[in-house]
């Protein structure tokens, strides 16, 4: 136990050197503890945009906690920063469908469930149901436009930065390709980006490729 409380100091004092060091402020840390304590108390989402105002705590705060460690915010790519990381944890969402479920949580949004005859009991199957897979068809395309609209992030960046938010977008655009490819039946196996989509997708954001 001794051990683990040393873990955690030493953790907490290198968080401290980062924020002073890259001029972090409060705001994204917050916002990440009011993520936390969301989940706590939320478990289901009636729409498409309550749903983004829970990515507003739980993702587009690492955006912008990135470029603030890259020294390259703006209010332009912090626009852009929270298309990504919204699409990327609504992805991640698409990815866990079944897995929340079985920890009653739902974060497709009730009014698609509703649009598309999906019942909450149908996310408990081992096969996902045409409806199910409709929807998870609507989600994952309205998704991946919104990572597309946030892409134009990497041709704003340079260096290890303009690297590392290419990565971010290959790996949802990778993501999407294998919910695609898995005929958007998420619920008989969890779909994982392969390396080589992964790879392929890199080199198009940072060739510039939307």
């Given at each position: 136990?001794?051990?683990?409380?040393v873990a955690t100091d030493e953790l907490w004092?290198?968080?401290?050197?980062?924020?002073?060091?890259?001029?972090?402020?409060?705001?994204?840390?917050?916002?990440?503890?009011?993520?936390?304590?969301?989940?706590?108390?939320?478990?289901?989402?009636?729409?498409?945009?309550?749903?983004?105002?829970?990515?507003?705590?739980?993702?587009?705060?690492?955006?912008?906690?990135?470029?603030?460690?890259?020294?390259?915010?703006?209010?332009?790519?912090?626009?852009?920063?929270?298309?990504?990381?919204?699409?990327?944890?609504?992805?991640?969402?698409?990815?866990?469908?079944?897995?929340?479920?079985?920890?009653?949580?739902?974060?497709?949004?009730?009014?698609?469930?509703?649009?598309?005859?999906?019942?909450?009991?149908?996310?408990?199957?081992?096969?996902?149901?045409?409806?199910?897979?409709?929807?998870?068809?609507?989600?994952?395309?309205?998704?991946?436009?919104?990572?597309?609209?946030?892409?134009?992030?990497?041709?704003?960046?340079?260096?290890?930065?303009?690297?590392?938010?290419?990565?971010?977008?290959?790996?949802?655009?990778?993501?999407?390709?294998?919910?695609?490819?898995?005929?958007?039946?998420?619920?008989?196996?969890?779909?994982?980006?392969?390396?080589?989509?992964?790879?392929?997708?890199?080199?198009?954001?940072?060739?510039?490729?939307?």
């Open positions: 136990m001794y051990a683990g409380y004092a290198d968080l401290t050197v980062t924020v002073h060091e890259c001029g972090i402020p409060r705001t994204p840390l917050d916002r990440l503890v009011q993520a936390n304590r969301r989940d706590q108390q939320i478990k289901r989402y009636r729409s498409f945009d309550d749903l983004l105002g829970y990515c507003e705590l739980s993702a587009n705060p690492v955006g912008h906690l990135v470029l603030h460690v890259f020294d390259a915010m703006s209010s332009e790519r912090a626009a852009l920063s929270d298309k990504v990381c919204s699409a990327l944890q609504v992805l991640e969402h698409l990815q866990d469908v079944a897995e929340d479920y079985r920890n009653d949580r739902i974060y497709l949004p009730a009014d698609d469930l509703d649009r598309f005859g999906v019942k909450e009991e149908d996310l408990a199957a081992t096969k996902a149901n045409r409806e199910v897979r409709a929807l998870i068809a609507f989600e994952t395309q309205r998704t991946l436009r919104l990572l597309d609209e946030g892409a134009a992030l990497v041709g704003t960046l340079s260096g290890v930065a303009r690297l590392a938010v290419a990565g971010y977008v290959a790996g949802g655009r990778a993501t999407a390709a294998a919910i695609v490819n898995a005929r958007f039946d998420v619920l008989t196996t969890t779909p994982r980006p392969r390396k080589s989509r992964t790879i392929a997708e890199l080199a198009r954001s940072l060739g510039g490729g939307r």
